[in-house]
C-alpha cells in the first residue's frame, strides 16, 4: 500500500474543518503495508519489515493523537503469526494487546506457513470494550459470541476479495445481529500480486444490525461518532450470558 503516513495532513485537516474531534481508534486492514500473501510470510515478517511496519503506525499514532490497529505477518519464537497490533500513545502496545488470528484461511495455504492464535483479545480504548478480528476469523460465529457479554466493538480487519463481498457484508451484519453489538469491518482495496480485486470501503454495523454511514469520508477512509452499545434497545441475550 502506499505510505499512511502522507494521508495524515489532510485527515487533521478535514477533521478540524468539520469540526470533529481526533478519532479514538483509527483501524488498517489485515497485513495492512504488504497485503496477504502466505508464500512470503516469512520475508514478510522479517526485523527490517516488522521495525518499518512499527515506525509508521507508531508515527499515525502520535500525530493523530489516537490509538491504532493495524495487520502484519510477526516472528515470536520461531514462528510466524497473522496479527492485529495495537499501538497507543505513538508506540506499540503491550503484546497482551496485539491478536494472532486464529482461524487460517487453508486455500491460500495460510496455515501451511503461518501459526494459528490460541486465544482472543479484548482491550479498553475511551471506555469502549474492543476486540479484534482477522478476515477468516469472520466465518466463525463462536469466537464472537464467547465474548459478546463484554465487547462493545469487534474490529475485523481483511483481504476479502470483491467478488466475495456480499458473503462480507452479510457476515459482519449477522455478527453485529447476534451479538448485539458493533461490528467495524476494514478491507484492503486495490489489486493483489495473485490478482485478486479488492474495493470495499470500510463498513459498520450497530447492534440492530444497521449499516451506520460515516460522519466523514476521506477517500479511503471513514470515520464514525458513535453512542455507546448500551444505549441500544436490543434483546439483550448475549449480555444476559454475563449473569446465566
Not at 494459528?116 to 477468516?136: D, E, L, Q, V
Request: charged content about 25%.
Amino acid at each position: 500500500m502506499d505510505d499512511p503516513l502522507l494521508e495524515i495532513p489532510g485527515i487533521t485537516d478535514q477533521l478540524e474543518l468539520k469540526g470533529l474531534k481526533s478519532p479514538d481508534l483509527i483501524a488498517y486492514p489485515e497485513c495492512a503495508m504488504t497485503g496477504l500473501a502466505p508464500i512470503r510470510a516469512k520475508a514478510l515478517s522479517n526485523e527490517s519489515q516488522t521495525a518499518e511496519f512499527e515506525r509508521v503506525f507508531s508515527s499515525i499514532s502520535s500525530a493523530l493523537d489516537a490509538a491504532v490497529l493495524a495487520g502484519a505477518f510477526l516472528e515470536s519464537d520461531g514462528s510466524i503469526y497473522n496479527s492485529a497490533v495495537l499501538f497507543e500513545d505513538g508506540i506499540k502496545a503491550e503484546d497482551s494487546k496485539t491478536y494472532s488470528k486464529r482461524n487460517l484461511f487453508a486455500m491460500s495455504d495460510e496455515s501451511e506457513v503461518v501459526t494459528a492464535g490460541s486465544s482472543n483479545r479484548m482491550f479498553k480504548i475511551s471506555g469502549w470494550n474492543i476486540s479484534p478480528k482477522i478476515c477468516y476469523d469472520l466465518r466463525f460465529p463462536n469466537d464472537f459470541y464467547v465474548q459478546a457479554p463484554d465487547v462493545d466493538l469487534f474490529t475485523v480487519i481483511a483481504n476479502w476479495p470483491h467478488v466475495r463481498n456480499h458473503a462480507w457484508h452479510s457476515l459482519l451484519k449477522a455478527r453485529a445481529i447476534e451479538n448485539e453489538t458493533f461490528v467495524l469491518g476494514v478491507n484492503r482495496s486495490g489489486v493483489d500480486e495473485f490478482g485478486n480485486e479488492y474495493n470495499s470501503k470500510p463498513v459498520l454495523f450497530d447492534p440492530l444490525g444497521v449499516e451506520v454511514e460515516p460522519s466523514l469520508e476521506l477517500g479511503s477512509m471513514s470515520f464514525w461518532e458513535l453512542p455507546h452499545r448500551s444505549s441500544f434497545n436490543t434483546v439483550g441475550s448475549t449480555r444476559a450470558k454475563r449473569h446465566g
